[in-house]
């Protein structure tokens, strides 16, 4: 037995020491040499009697160095507190920051392995591994981590030629319908690589966003309870005149057509006149129905099929009259419309006059307030500048009858 085993054997058979071992292991580590000094304050009768014998004193505070300087008046002189504290514990001992440089190496080895794998997808792994959630992710489980960028590069080599439901591609691409549903750590890294490799800026916040960048992948989340409301609209396809638009047309008829039928057609124009109205309510759509005049409902939300066949109709050379609520939402709405759709957009209603005429009574909380400055549209600032004065929300339910003998008359 050598000396370093001799004094581990003694420590050991002296149980008391132990507590103040494993602080002085916890300080090293912390500090990365021997420094430092740790209270006893909270230590037992027995384990304060041992310090106290060991230094020849009582002791309120033990100072590393001043260990390890004792040990070198005892018969084990000669070895230092690290081999001691090694062989106590039966390992080296690593700091803080050997520990974080070798978590740091592990971690650059995982992302060089993946990126060595998949070679084609390096410059969006560069770029993903410096992501908050990614780096959390490799925290909480790097091979979970990993099954997830390992499906979205296989993904990436696989985007379809054709439109699919994104269900239908993830089983084809990882055995598994759910595997890039969007709250899950997989669904989230594909829209970050497909928004990596388009030359288009999306907010992935926003499903309308998140919807489109799918679809300019030729990928669909959903096309059947995907749809647009609307009425008076008259579409084609290629073999032309679409049966249930025609009849929905001839009789007044509401529509709710979903996605999957919207995208097969190649035309969209108004029945009569060159006009489109556009209310973001379906109570109101409703009430206007009765005027017999091109109409779409938004339903809150400017989604895939709305937008689909608003392009459809701007093809024709349609003019949109939007009408919305005044609130936050509402202006949004109609901002992203008049982006989108520039000059083929006319703000329908939409000034301080008629935000008044609505009677705003219905608060509006500092968050919601606080969306409106991204309302950045020239002509909605007097309104958007009014709603932020007053604070209260108003709704195009209130202008419904106004609305209503403006269509019949034209």
């Given at each position: ?11 050991r ?5 132990h ?12 500090l ?57 514990f039966?390992?080296?001992l ?50 979970a ?59 992935l ?7 489109e ?15 647009v ?62 005027a ?24 024709e ?50 968050e ?43």
């Amino acid at each position: 037995m050598n000396r370093v085993e001799e004094a581990v054997q003694f420590f050991r058979g002296e149980r008391s020491f132990h507590r103040l071992f494993c602080e002085m292991k916890k300080k090293y580590e912390s500090l990365g040499r021997i420094g430092g000094t740790i209270s006893v304050s909270s230590f037992s009768a027995e384990e304060k009697e041992a310090i106290a014998s060991f230094f020849g004193k009582e002791m309120s505070r033990v100072s590393l160095a001043a260990f390890e300087q004792q040990l070198a008046n005892t018969r084990f002189a000669g070895i230092s507190l690290v081999e001691l504290l090694s062989c106590y514990f039966g390992e080296p001992l690593v700091t803080k920051k050997e520990q974080q440089q070798e978590i740091e190496r592990e971690k650059e080895a995982y992302f060089t392995r993946l990126m060595n794998t998949y070679r084609a997808q390096r410059d969006w792994l560069m770029a993903v591994e410096k992501q908050r959630f990614v780096q959390l992710a490799y925290q909480q489980n790097h091979h979970a981590l990993e099954a997830a960028l390992s499906a979205v590069c296989r993904a990436l080599e696989q985007l379809p030629s054709t439109y699919v439901r994104l269900p239908v591609f993830a089983q084809k691409v990882a055995n598994d319908p759910h595997m890039f549903d969007l709250h899950t750590l997989a669904g989230k890294l594909l829209l970050s690589a497909l928004e990596f490799y388009t030359d288009t800026e999306y907010d992935l916040s926003s499903v309308e966003d998140v919807n489109e960048l799918l679809q300019s992948y030729r990928l669909l989340r959903e096309d059947v309870l995907n749809f647009v409301t609307c009425a008076g609209v008259m579409a084609e396809t290629e073999k032309g005149r679409h049966p249930v638009f025609a009849a929905a047309c001839a009789t007044n008829t509401a529509l709710n057509v979903p996605l999957r039928e919207v995208m097969p057609l190649v035309r969209a124009y108004p029945s009569v006149g060159n006009n489109v109205f556009v209310v973001e309510n379906a109570g109101v759509f409703s009430t206007l129905l009765d005027a017999n005049v091109p109409l779409i409902s938004t339903n809150g939300q400017l989604n895939l099929a709305t937008r689909w066949l608003f392009d459809l109709l701007v093809k024709e050379g349609v003019t949109f009259y939007y009408s919305g609520d005044f609130d936050p939402e509402g202006l949004k709405m109609a901002q992203r419309l008049v982006e989108r759709y520039g000059s083929s957009v006319r703000l329908w209603h939409y000034d301080c006059s008629d935000y008044l005429a609505t009677k705003p009574t219905v608060p509006l909380s500092d968050e919601r307030l606080a969306k409106l400055q991204s309302v950045t549209l020239h002509d909605l600032q007097p309104v958007k500048q009014e709603i932020l004065r007053r604070k209260k929300a108003g709704y195009q339910e209130a202008l419904v009858e106004q609305l209503r003998r403006e269509v019949k008359g034209r």
